[in-house]
C-alpha cells in the first residue's frame, strides 16, 4: 500500500558529501513524521535523524552539525544532507514513515520502511 523508495547512497571518500532521498507513494492522507535510521555491520539499527510534519527535528549526538533533514509533506518526500563524512557512518541508511495514515483506513496508523540504501565512507 505504501511504498518507500531511496536513492542517494554510494562511495565517497572521508571529508565528503552525499546526499539521501526517500520518497513515499500511497493513498497517503499524512505522515506523522520521517526519518532516517542506519546500520552497521553487527551492530543495532539507530536513529541518525528525524523530522515531524510540523518541521521539529532531531538528530544523533554523532551526526548534529554534520547532517540535515529536510522534508516536503507535500510530496510525502524526506532528504538527509550529509557533510563532513567520518569512516564510521557507513552503514546501510534506511528511509522511515511513521504513523502513516490511509485515506481508505482513516482510523489506523502503521510505520513504514524503505529498503535501504549503502553509504560507505573510506579512502
Known amino acids: 500500500q505504501v511504498q518507500l523508495v531511496e536513492s542517494g547512497g554510494g562511495l565517497v571518500l572521508p571529508g565528503g558529501s552525499l546526499r539521501l532521498s526517500c520518497a513515499a507513494s500511497?493513498?497517503?492522507?499524512?505522515?506523522?513524521?520521517m526519518g532516517w535510521y542506519r546500520q552497521a555491520p553487527g551492530k543495532q539499527r539507530e536513529l541518525v535523524a528525524r523530522i515531524t510534519s510540523g518541521g521539529s527535528t532531531n538528530y544523533a549526538d554523532s551526526v548534529k552539525g554534520r547532517f540535515t533533514i529536510s522534508r516536503d509533506n507535500a510530496k510525502n518526500t524526506v532528504s538527509l544532507q550529509m557533510n563532513s563524512l567520518k569512516p564510521e557512518d557507513t552503514a546501510v541508511y534506511y528511509c522511515?514513515?511513521?504513523?502513516?495514515?490511509?485515506?481508505?483506513?482513516?482510523?489506523?496508523?502503521?510505520?513504514?520502511w524503505g529498503q535501504g540504501t549503502q553509504v560507505t565512507v573510506s579512502s
Open positions: 500511497g493513498s497517503i492522507r499524512n505522515i506523522n513524521a
Open positions: 522511515n514513515a511513521e504513523n502513516v495514515v490511509l485515506y481508505g483506513t482513516p482510523w489506523y496508523s502503521t510505520d513504514y
